[in-house]
């Protein structure tokens, strides 16, 4: 596992996880993970590798919790595994490619499963060769069974899922080919599959995206590689082949069914076109997909360059660009007639069996003929080994024969892939912070990676470093992503931001006189210096007070009133409501009440209720039907911390008038409080009447009692007196040391200080209203 969160919370970080192509080219799939969401990208299979051996290591993943898998290209080492996880994993996620992708993929893998051990028993003609026919890992009911299931994406549409957004870019390298720009939590993730940035005959070259991301997941298959520039290529393709032809050889060129095939193709029948001497020797694109292919091509003009897209304009509805003139398209190799020279682009493209192979196999052994490698060639299969110009090669056929190779092989590579310059030149223009290298061999990705980090190496430990991983399959990568959070202004206090700008610019620029709409659309930084320096309400670091609205991922800053036109939400009041009963009458709880809070507002008193208000805030009903004890509602509105603290203490001071020793109780059968008698109960349970006070010899002994008598009913037991002029109060976490004599209160919470403290306060104002009360008993 790597590790680099640089003292970022881990919950905060970005998880990659290769479950393949990751220091390989082939079975491409990746987990992403970032604040709970899980994005799946590709999942291919490998194209050397056969059964179960050629999936991703899907095992060592829950794929149940998977909430997007989006495809990057019809290849099969992106796309190859795809029926299978639909079909026979917990995978319950939704499925995106693009449409061009989609209508491929379909008779691509249809193809795959006839002719390779995917599809065990269900191989035929030149497929077959598993060394496992029983691997019968998806078939072609669970391609159809799960088609439908997957959705489509147009280039350059955003598409919002669950918190997760996504945008689909032109990727060059194939038909429907695309690079994924993700964005969760604020987090942007470019993820580029395999891509191109060098127009050919039809495809557009990769794109960048107008927002810089903060990760890069990029393809590296060429690692430092050089390619020859497409005229290069072109040229010496064409020049083999003319020469081959001209001493009578015959030429193979094995080609994925789909991708680099048009395009060759279209070299040819244009160089074809130009050359009499040659159009009599026939072209023939030989996959049992031919004829779906040209159909897929021709319907899908309309997302490739303009190259096509104007020629296709151009030769009206009859026919199109990929109607080529000099190619015959063919099935299998029972329709085509090997007599003499003659050009076959045919599929597989790394010959691991069908039409190429048939083909490879006859032609080899006779020095005129030629093999061109026009694509990537993947370790470990016939492809990569012809480069190598073996003596001999294994047939397909007969696995027990071996035919002799003097067949001439060329390495002339079309792969739209990036090599070293131009994906350079990418990352310097897409400017990502972190990158991440898959879809390439160990030591090119390696020899990238060391490219990259000496070309950065000057931005080493500033904020602007760039750090780069190379992961391993089935290795985890935790990267620490620093919180990034930014709230949306709406509403009304958006608006009181335009119009203190309106101000500013009507006191800079007068004779502009903006409307509040046209402000809106103006770009501040590239108006007047003036009202830039003057802009206060826009200013950085200036501080709006709103709710905070999260959706997903998005934050909104908005006034309580535009709650619900810009969010769908309302809002309600949250009533608290506690009900209590006591041993006390109305008279004894007003004038607990008017001890604690000096006034109490009664709005109501007639014979089945009274009610009081507290400091405008609390309600206090009493049911006066019921004469056994006293029925008490307290009621508050839940709006704020003050209004649950208040209600707190008037509860405790309710209980306290019938539960503490030091309370003082009315002594009268009459709801009439003007005639109540009033008997001070002291600790020891004496009783005695408070005009003549019991320490009426000492002030200082009667305010400590007062005092402490409101503490404990709002404290209850948590009030421990320490010796005669000393108490401690323990409330929570929080101690507090409270000087009787001095009136100082000590407390590291200024909350708890501050409220003893105005008890305290209001127990010493207390001795006038409590003399007065006692006059009027
Ligand atoms: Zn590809
Ligand atoms: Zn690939």
Redesign the pocket.
């Known amino acids: 596992m790597t590790v680099d969160i640089q003292g970022v919370d881990e919950s905060e970080a970005f998880n990659f996880f290769g479950l393949g192509g990751c220091n390989e080219v082939g079975r491409s799939c990746h987990i992403i993970e970032y604040k709970n969401k899980v994005i799946m990208l590709d999942a291919g299979i490998h194209p050397a590798l056969s059964g179960h051996a050629s999936f991703p290591f899907y095992d060592e993943y829950d794929l149940s919790k998977v909430d997007i898998l989006l495809i990057?290209?019809f290849?099969l080492?992106?796309a190859g595994s795809l029926p299978y996880v639909m079909q026979h994993t917990n995978f319950k996620g939704k499925v995106f490619m693009t449409h061009a992708t989609k209508a491929v993929y379909r008779w691509l893998l249809q193809d795959f499963v006839r002719v390779t051990s995917i599809g065990g028993e269900n191989r035929s003609e030149g497929g077959g060769g598993s060394t496992d026919g029983s691997s019968n890992l998806y078939t072609d009911d669970d391609i159809m069974n799960s088609f439908d299931r997957i959705e489509t994406i147009d280039y350059h549409s955003t598409i919002e899922f669950d918190g997760i957004r996504f945008t689909a870019f032109h990727a060059g390298?194939?038909l429907g080919?695309c690079m994924y720009f993700i964005e969760i939590g604020g987090l942007k993730v470019l993820f580029t599959?395999?891509f191109s940035r060098e127009e050919n005959r039809h495809l557009h070259a990769a794109e960048i995206p107008p927002t810089r991301p903060d990760i890069l997941i990029s393809e590296s298959t060429f690692g430092t590689g050089t390619l020859e520039p497409l005229p290069e290529l072109e040229k010496r393709l064409t020049q083999n082949i003319h020469a081959t032809l001209t001493k009578g050889g015959r030429v193979l060129m094995p080609v994925f069914a789909l991708?680099n095939a048009q395009e060759l193709l279209l070299i040819l029948d244009e160089y074809w076109s130009q050359h009499e001497d040659l159009q009599n020797i026939n072209i023939y694109y030989a996959s049992s997909l031919a004829k779906k292919c040209m159909a897929v091509y021709q319907t899908y003009t309309s997302v490739m360059n303009d190259n096509i897209r104007l020629s296709s304009a151009n030769s009206g509805q009859k026919s199109s660009p990929f109607d080529f003139k000099f190619i015959k398209s063919i099935k299998d190799v029972s329709k085509f007639q090997d007599f003499g020279p003659s050009v076959v682009v045919a599929s597989p493209g790394m010959l691991q069996g069908g039409i190429s192979r048939q083909l490879l196999e006859r032609w080899s052994p006779d020095p005129k003929n030629l093999v061109v490698m026009t694509g990537?060639s993947v370790e470990g299969t016939m492809a990569k080994e012809l480069l190598k110009e073996p003596h001999t090669i294994q047939s397909f056929v007969n696995p027990e024969l071996t035919i002799p190779r003097r067949i001439n092989v060329q390495d002339i590579s079309f792969?739209?892939?990036v090599d070293f310059q131009q994906n350079t030149s990418f990352i310097e223009k897409v400017n990502p912070s972190k990158i991440i290298l898959v879809h390439g061999d160990s030591v090119p990705m390696g020899r990238l990676k060391s490219a990259l980090l000496s070309k950065y190496s000057s931005r080493k430990g500033t904020d602007q470093e760039v750090r780069v991983y190379n992961p391993k399959n089935c290795e985890e990568l935790k990267i620490g992503i620093k919180g990034i959070k930014i709230a949306k202004v709406l509403g009304s206090l958006a608006e009181e931001q335009l119009i203190e700008l309106k101000k500013v610019i009507e006191k800079t620029i007068p004779e502009t006189n903006p409307k509040i709409e046209e402000i809106e659309e103006m770009d501040i930084d590239k108006s007047k210096e003036e009202v830039k320096e003057n802009a206060g309400p826009i200013k950085t670091g200036q501080l709006l007070s709103g709710v905070l609205v999260a959706k997903d991922f998005d934050l909104n800053l908005l006034q309580l009133q535009d709650l619900h036109e810009y969010t769908q939400l309302s809002t309600s009041i949250v009533k608290s409501k506690i009900n209590l009963k006591i041993n006390a009458d109305i008279s004894l709880m007003k004038w607990h009440l008017e001890q604690m809070f000096g006034y109490i507002n009664i709005i109501n008193d007639d014979e089945e209720e009274w009610e009081c208000v507290v400091m405008d805030i609390v309600d206090i009903f009493v049911d006066r039907k019921k004469l056994d004890a006293l029925y008490i509602t307290v009621e508050w509105i839940n709006d704020n911390l003050m209004a649950d603290s208040l209600a707190d203490s008037i509860v405790a001071i309710l209980y306290s008038i019938d539960s503490s020793p030091a309370s003082v109780k009315l002594s009268s059968n009459s709801h009439n409080h003007s005639h109540s008698h009033v008997k001070v109960e002291n600790g020891n349970g004496e009783i005695s009447l408070l005009d003549k006070p019991a320490h009426a010899n000492s002030e200082i002994t009667s305010r400590i009692h007062r005092i402490s008598s409101l503490l404990e009913a709002q404290f209850g037991e948590s009030l421990q007196s320490q010796g005669e002029n000393k108490a401690i109060i323990k409330f929570g976490k929080n101690e507090a040391k409270i000087d009787y004599l001095s009136l100082s209160v000590e407390c590291a919470s200024k909350v708890l200080r501050d409220r003893i403290e105005n008890i305290i306060k209001r127990g010493c104002s207390l001795a006038a209203p409590l003399s007065q009360y006692q006059k009027t008993v």
Do not use: K
Request: glycine share 14%; charged share 15%.
């Open positions: 990057s290209h290849h080492d992106h390298h194939v080919a599959g395999d991708g990537f792969a739209a892939h």
